[in-house]
């Protein structure tokens, strides 16, 4: 296993000959998703699942899985309503 540089990401095994490049797998804290990015032979980056790209840096496949990520999140569950933090823990 490869070293993760941070806690919400983690290198998945190397499952395939030692030439291809590793998989990286995301899953990011507070959700129940995983998500994979891999690298083509031009370079390119890609997603599992499917999120969009292919992407040209792993930055913007980052930045597409937040952005998918962000979509999914329930609005309601976000806002307090101005209420206190007793009112919400009820």
């Known amino acids: 296993m490869l070293p993760s540089k941070d806690a919400s990401s983690t290198w998945a095994e190397e499952v395939t000959h030692s ?3 590793p998989i990286l797998a ?3 804290a507070g959700w129940n998703h995983q998500f994979f990015i891999r690298v083509d032979l031009g370079g390119f980056f890609h ?4 999120l969009g790209g292919p992407f040209r ?3 913007e496949a980052n930045k597409a899985i937040l952005c ?3 979509k999914l999140r329930d609005r ?3 806002t307090n309503d101005g209420l206190s933090s ?3 823990a009820i």
């Open 26 to 28: 995301r899953k990011p």
């Open 57 to 59: 840096s792993l930055e």
């Open 68 to 70: 998918h990520l962000e």
């Open 19 to 21: 030439l291809t490049p």
């Open 47 to 50: 997603t599992y699942p499917e």
């Open 76 to 78: 309601k569950m976000c």
């Open 86 to 88: 007793s009112e919400i």
